[in-house]
C-alpha cells in the first residue's frame, strides 16, 4: 500500500495526504459498485495503517469544514441583527 502511495506522489505530483484520498476514493467507489476486492490482500495487511490516515485526513477537512460553517452562521447572524435593527430605526422614525 505504501508503494501505492508513493507512485501516486511520484507519477502524479500528489501530496501524501491527496495520495491516500485518492486511494480511498478509488476504494469506496469500488465498494459502491459492488466489485469484489480482497482488499487485506490489495493492501497486503496494511488497510488498517491506511483506514487510520484516510479517518485522520477526513477528520482534519470535517473540522475546517466545521471552522467555516461557524464563521458563516457568525456573520449570517451579525448581518440579520444589523437587518433587525435598521428595520426598528425605520419604523420608530414615522
Request: glycine letters at 4%; charged letters at 40%.
Amino acid at each position: 500500500m505504501e508503494n501505492l502511495i508513493k507512485k501516486l506522489q511520484v507519477e502524479a505530483g500528489l501530496t501524501e495526504d491527496q495520495a491516500i484520498k485518492a486511494v480511498s476514493i478509488v476504494k469506496d467507489y469500488m465498494d459502491k459498485e459492488g466489485l469484489d476486492i480482497d482488499w487485506d490482500k490489495f493492501f497486503k495487511g496494511k488497510s488498517e495503517e491506511f483506514l487510520d490516515k484516510a479517518k485522520g485526513l477526513f477528520a482534519d477537512i470535517s473540522k475546517n469544514t466545521q471552522s467555516y460553517t461557524d464563521k458563516f452562521v457568525d456573520k449570517v447572524d451579525e448581518l440579520a441583527d444589523k437587518a433587525r435593527k435598521k428595520a426598528s430605526d425605520f419604523f420608530n422614525e414615522k
